[in-house]
């Protein structure tokens, strides 16, 4: 069973760098296909994809956000983590993580809500 | 690579539901769709445009063709209330991962 769970902080004040974690569990990152997405929904608005990190460790960035963004690997096996860098309240949001089986996301965690404000 | 959906679909429980999702030539790409209720994360209900993952009621099905694809949702009951996303991947692109702007179901 495919379970995914984001944490991190839920307050940050603006131009801090905010580092989100998800643990997850039922799969390996080292799965041929594989890959674990960020994705961000602001209260009241649509998904918005962040970043991808594949099987083979290739990533792929929201290009309106590749600057501020960083997905890696985390300190285990099962664990990835997304930086970004210089927040604004523009990025308060629900910062989901999701396993990438082929070109859909099928299984998601359950959400982390993030609010930049001062 | 746009995706649009409407805003907004109201059906009354026991109708069929028909959710669109428009984009240049998507008939020609691999439609997913996710149901998210208020609150919650998003579910898969449907991969690869017409496929159930497990799980997923046969009320759920999906088609596409030309330049729309279509989420159907038969036999609508209010669990189904919810903000409907289709997504497509775009290959090669600097934006693999495309979602839709959402379409709130309300059930009457």
């Known amino acids: 069973q495919i379970t995914l769970r984001e944490s991190g902080p839920t307050l940050v004040k603006p131009t801090q760098t905010l580092t989100l974690t998800c643990n997850f569990s039922g799969f390996s990152l080292n799965t041929d296909g594989v890959g674990v997405a960020w994705i961000r929904q602001p209260p009241g608005k649509a998904l918005e994809w962040l970043a991808l990190i594949f099987w083979d460790d290739d990533k792929r960035y929201r290009p309106s956000l590749k600057n501020r963004l960083t997905i890696t690997q985390g300190t285990s096996a099962n664990q990835v983590v997304l930086t970004m860098t210089n927040v604004d309240p523009v990025d308060t949001a629900t910062y989901f993580c999701?396993?990438?089986?082929?070109?859909?996301?099928?299984?998601w965690g359950q959400g982390t809500l993030v609010t930049v404000s001062s | 690579y746009v995706l649009t959906q409407p805003p907004s679909v109201s059906v009354a429980p026991g109708k069929t539901a028909r959710l669109t999702c428009g984009g240049n030539?998507?008939?020609?790409?691999?439609v997913h769709w996710y149901q998210q209720k208020s609150g919650q994360a998003p579910v898969l209900v449907i991969s690869y445009i017409s496929d159930r993952p497990s799980g997923i009621p046969e009320r759920f099905s999906g088609s596409s063709s030309g330049n729309t694809a279509t989420l159907t949702i038969s036999g609508v009951e209010a669990g189904d209330e919810a903000d409907y996303y289709c997504q497509v991947w775009e290959s090669g692109s600097e934006l693999p991962v495309i979602f839709g702007g959402g379409t709130k179901l309300t059930v009457l």
């Open positions: 999701a396993h990438k089986r082929g070109t859909e996301m099928d299984f």
């Open positions: 030539n998507v008939g020609r790409k691999s």
